[in-house]
């Protein structure tokens, strides 16, 4: 029993010491440095401004219509200074928090919605890079009540997206979809 014990505290050992032997701290380094420098290059108010959007998992559908509108939360002043709306659209008012997701590390992509008149309700996907500079931008629902006619809404994924227009001003129903790829820059592409 004694001889088993010895034999397998020598086993046990040996591997330890390769184990150890195979760490390459150049890499442990690199890494740590690479994580040290993404740190620095990020924005914290934005990051922090980030943390208000709830993250939605893909594929996802956003249906966002005069519905749901409500339920959202409304900007603050401060995230009107963060996130500047209306110099990305000029005619939208009543800014909205909507969702958040996870395409890519390489930007941040999150989901806002606003009014576009009284009778005119939309919600656009923008990706920012990690300083917060806005990357590129689409809308991706569309709602309205004036005639209550003309929907939009998208199916979205990591890479690509599907928008859905509907309108029913036609007889019968004009249904268009237009495919979307979202590049690894962050870029929207149709």
């Given at each position: 029993?004694?001889l088993?014990?010895?034999?397998?505290?020598?086993?046990f050992?040996?591997?330890?010491k390769?184990?150890?032997?195979?760490?390459n701290?150049?890499n442990v380094e690199?890494?740590?440095s690479?994580v040290?420098t993404?740190?620095?290059?990020?924005n914290?108010?934005?990051?922090?401004?980030l943390?208000?959007?709830?993250?939605?998992?893909?594929?996802a559908?956003?249906?966002?219509?005069?519905?749901?509108?409500?339920?959202?939360e409304?900007?603050?002043?401060d995230?009107?200074?963060?996130?500047?709306?209306?110099?990305?659209?000029?005619?939208?008012?009543?800014?909205r928090?909507?969702?958040?997701y996870?395409l890519?590390?390489?930007?941040k992509?999150?989901?806002?919605?606003?009014?576009?008149?009284?009778?005119?309700?939309?919600?656009?996907?923008?990706?920012f890079?990690k300083?917060?500079?806005?990357?590129?931008?689409?809308e991706?629902?569309?709602?309205?009540?004036?005639?209550?006619?003309?929907?939009?809404?998208?199916?979205?994924?990591?890479?690509?997206?599907?928008?859905?227009?509907?309108n029913?001003?036609?007889?019968?129903?004009?249904?268009?979809?237009?495919?979307?790829r979202?590049?690894?820059t962050?870029?929207?592409?149709?």
């Amino acid at each position: 029993m004694r001889l088993f014990f010895l034999v397998f505290a020598f086993a046990f050992f040996v591997a330890c010491k390769k184990k150890s032997a195979s760490i390459n701290p150049v890499n442990v380094e690199k890494t740590l440095s690479e994580v040290v420098t993404e740190t620095e290059n990020e924005n914290p108010s934005f990051t922090k401004f980030l943390q208000k959007f709830q993250l939605k998992p893909v594929p996802a559908i956003d249906s966002t219509s005069f519905d749901n509108f409500e339920k959202l939360e409304k900007f603050t002043a401060d995230d009107l200074k963060e996130l500047k709306p209306n110099k990305i659209f000029p005619h939208g008012s009543d800014f909205r928090i909507n969702s958040k997701y996870e395409l890519s590390p390489e930007f941040k992509t999150i989901s806002i919605t606003f009014n576009k008149g009284e009778m005119e309700l939309s919600t656009e996907l923008l990706n920012f890079n990690k300083k917060g500079e806005l990357i590129d931008h689409v809308e991706i629902s569309y709602d309205e009540i004036a005639e209550s006619a003309f929907r939009k809404w998208s199916e979205i994924s990591n890479n690509n997206m599907t928008t859905t227009e509907e309108n029913y001003l036609q007889e019968p129903a004009k249904i268009e979809k237009h495919q979307f790829r979202i590049l690894s820059t962050g870029k929207i592409k149709k």
